[in-house]
């Protein structure tokens, strides 16, 4: 049973679209349980049925008419339930619900099986009998283990908008891909997909401008690999034995198929690029060998893929198929998106960012909201490529993301907005305020940092300073570590920009989902790993030669300030105390006037949150990381997309926390500053204050949304909501609180509300 379903999720995975995928599924699992009917009942949210979407066993006519409201039937018994059901004789059930079409009064036996992913039901799977008879345990095991399989394939289609497309055929061409909302705003732009020829599953539709010109590019790719093949073949003659070298004969073979050469050709004569043509004349060939039997002729499909990524990377060379970035504003989509992707991007035409993997703490993420631009993440394993050259709409606010979207869909964001810029327009008038309550009380907001852009737009924004600046990004963007001389020239003109105000240099923080493309640290668990101050406690010199430069940077400014991230014990803290001095008399002894300069330590784990105490015995001041802090506190992968419902900085634990942390740094006379994205909330900001926050971090787009929230409150108002929140249990009970005192204070502009 184990073998042939493997075989069936193999076949059906290969199929080349969904509606091809639900028919094997039913006549797979038919044929196997020996049963007379399998039906598949997908899940159409939007009108709140479920419809009948592949048979075999009962009306064909069907497919696509027949639609179930929720908990209609038996079929919405089992999705109510959430369970497998199993019935010796449905038509005996009171929630048998007979429907004309599908001719199943015939059949009693009965047995389904809901398909679930991520706690959503996405359909139904039955199979029916004619006899009154009980299915065997075995066979329910094998409907419930492929419906699990079923489900994963069900949500990849539903993400890519397969499905949408396949329950209402009128969104042709429309795509709605759900993921996370990774950083707020709205977007509108053509998809530009970096280095999206890399593999043949990322080549886009594109229609073909020159069709021999096409032809020639492909024979010439063609040419040039048999070229490869036949050096490398020599050159390697020596060392392999014959049947080896009979490989390269056999590769030869298969790329100067007549067939294959064939089918591409005609692709191109039927109007598509050399690319998209190659890509499904191998593509096809790949499917027929993958599903074969025989072991040696599916190993031959990973060959003829390879085949074909090597002429694809010669057409990619070849002028016809040179990328350019797409014309006016882009959104740059990839599976995983890098700091260099970003600040090579003019920013000018850079509009928003989708990202397939990772959730809304992800760096990328981080990065956007600091830059402004509208992010959504999470989107799961898709070739995205294929969507190169489309127009598309980022809703960072919900996640979502409208591919070819229609008129009216176009229409209501456009009016979003509108809308959203007219609020930043009018909030434009703030930046000379200071973020004070209504009754005098004020706390300093200050900006996150890291890229020169973002030292710009913090100077517009009216901050007091820069309350974390990511030196980290610096590196990222370089081959190699930066010199020291190289990073004073970085340093200094940010301390001089906002003299006399101060700016809070975090030391290097790699690791985790922050990697230098020159210093490879390779981790099952990267963010329990060597990341921080463990790593630069390591590399004491690199340490050294980094805090030597911020010193050399501040002289004569008496601006700096040096935060030490990743703290999880005093020892750590007191080694790198240690080092700084010594850093410091070098300098002296070499004859510069350095001066030593407020150091403070980021609280980002519960280890260090706990000995807050310990902690700020040692230094000037604390900084609370929220964004890590809240991961490691509530045990959740802030990368991970399957548990992003998870995260939330408005967690009790996490308030009770964050209201030990600063109770123990003010008892020591210390300030507590908080940063992450709780500081960009403009909700959480007057919680916060509320709670005794000494000052904030938010992103440089969220401050005049933060600065307003926190001039439409009292102090007197921001302190009994804190004591409210701190009283209630659940995530949701808090943001309800949050959103009706934004509400009755006249703020309801700034609330969005996931749909």
């Known amino acids: 049973m184990l073998a042939t379903l493997r075989r069936i999720v193999q076949e059906v995975s290969a199929a080349p679209d969904l509606p091809k995928a639900l028919a094997i599924t039913v006549n797979r699992i038919r044929d196997t349980m020996q049963v007379a009917a399998c039906t598949v009942y997908l899940a159409d949210e939007d009108n709140r049925s479920y419809r009948l979407m592949a048979t075999v066993g009962l009306n064909p006519q069907a497919v696509g008419q027949v639609r179930l409201n929720h908990g209609e039937g038996l079929v919405g018994l089992v999705a109510e339930r959430q ?3 199993h019935l010796e004789d449905a038509l005996r059930h009171p929630r048998f619900h007979p429907v004309s079409a599908l001719g199943e009064e015939a059949y009693h ?17 039955v199979v029916q009998d004619t006899a009154v008879r009980q299915f065997q345990p075995d066979d329910v095991d094998f409907l419930v283990t492929i419906a699990a399989q079923l489900a994963s394939i069900l949500n990849h289609a539903i993400l ?32 530009t997909v970096p280095h999206l020829l890399a593999d043949l599953d990322d ?125 006016g504003r882009c959104v740059l989509a990839a599976e995983e998106m890098s700091v260099a992707h970003l600040a090579a991007a003019p920013p000018e035409q850079l509009a928003g960012i989708v990202c397939l993997r990772g959730s809304a703490l992800s760096h990328v993420a981080l990065l956007a909201r600091a830059m402004g631009i509208p992010a959504v993440m999470g989107l799961g394993d898709r070739p995205l490529g294929r969507f190169e050259g489309s127009e598309v709409i980022v809703d960072g606010y919900r996640g979502r993301v409208y591919l070819n979207p229609d008129p009216a869909t176009r229409a209501e964001y456009q009016r979003i907005m509108s809308a959203d810029a007219k609020l930043s327009a009018e909030l434009g008038n703030l930046r000379d305020l200071p973020a004070e309550t209504r009754d005098g009380y004020r706390i300093p907001l200050y900006a996150k940092a890291g890229l020169p852009a973002d030292v710009a737009a913090a100077r517009t924004v009216g901050v007091e300073g820069i309350g974390l600046y990511r030196t980290e990004f610096a590196f990222m963007v370089r081959e190699s570590f930066p010199s020291e001389e190289e990073q004073v020239a970085l340093y200094r003109p940010i301390l001089t920009a906002f003299t006399p105000r101060p700016v809070v240099m975090r030391t290097l923080d790699i690791g985790g989902d922050k990697n230098l493309p020159y210093f490879a640290i390779a981790e099952s668990n990267p963010f329990l790993g060597w990341r921080g101050m463990r790593f630069t406690l390591d590399h004491p ?38 080092l700084l001095a010594r850093a410091e008399q070098e300098l002296r002894e070499e004859g510069y006037a350095v001066t030593h300069p407020p150091v403070g330590v980021m609280i980002e784990v519960p280890a260090a949150a706990w000995q807050t105490g310990q902690l700020a015995q040692r230094v000037d001041f604390l900084s609370v990381g929220a964004n890590d802090l809240t991961q490691y506190l509530l045990a959740v992968d802030r990368d991970n997309a399957r548990v992003a419902n998870l995260y939330d900085s408005l967690h009790p634990a996490m308030l009770k926390t964050l209201a030990h942390i600063i109770e123990q740094g003010h008892r020591a006379g210390r300030p507590v500053n908080l940063g992450g994205e709780l500081a960009s909330d403009p909700g959480a900001a007057v919680l916060l204050l509320g709670m005794g926050v000494d000052g904030l971090n ?54 969005h509300e996931p749909t």
């Open 83 to 85: 369970e497998p059901i």
């Open 109 to 125: 036996a009965f047995l389904g099986a809901p398909l679930i992913q991520y706690r959503r039901v996405l359909g139904v799977l």
């Open 160 to 191: 890519s908008g397969a499905t949408q497309e396949l329950l209402d055929p009128l969104t042709t061409g429309v795509r709605t891909l759900h993921g996370v909302p990774g950083a707020p705003g709205i977007a509108m732009g053509i998809v």
């Open 203 to 327: 080549v886009p539709d594109r229609p073909a401008q020159n069709g021999a010109a096409e032809e020639a590019a492909l024979h010439a790719a063609i040419a040039a690999v048999e070229q490869e093949l036949c050096a490398a073949s020599d050159r390697l003659a020596p060392r392999l034995p014959p049947t080896e070298q009979a490989l390269f004969a056999v590769y030869r073979m298969m790329l100067s198929s007549d067939s294959l050469i064939g089918e591409a050709r005609a692709g191109i004569q039927a109007g598509h690029w050399a690319p998209a043509a190659w890509r499904d004349a191998v593509l096809a060939r790949v499917r027929l060998l993958e599903q074969a039997e025989d072991p040696y002729l599916s190993t031959r499909a990973e060959d003829i893929r390879d085949l074909g990524r090597r002429v694809l990377h010669r057409l990619r060379a070849a002028p016809l198929h040179a990328l350019e970035p797409a014309a």
């Open 541 to 578: 010199d690199i340490f050294l030669t980094q805090v030597r430069a911020m010193l050399r940077a501040n002289i004569g400014l008496d601006t700096l300030r040096i935060l030490f991230p990743m703290i999880t014990t005093v020892e750590e803290v007191d080694e790198a105390l240690r």
């Open 698 to 751: 938010p992103s440089t787009v969220s401050v005049p949304r933060v600065k307003w929230a926190i001039r439409s409150f009292t102090h007197a108002e921001a302190r009994e909501l804190a004591q409210q929140a701190l009283e209630l249990d659940t995530v949701r009970q808090i943001r309800r609180l949050l959103d009706a005192a934004l509400r009755r204070a006249g703020l309801d502009e700034i609330i």
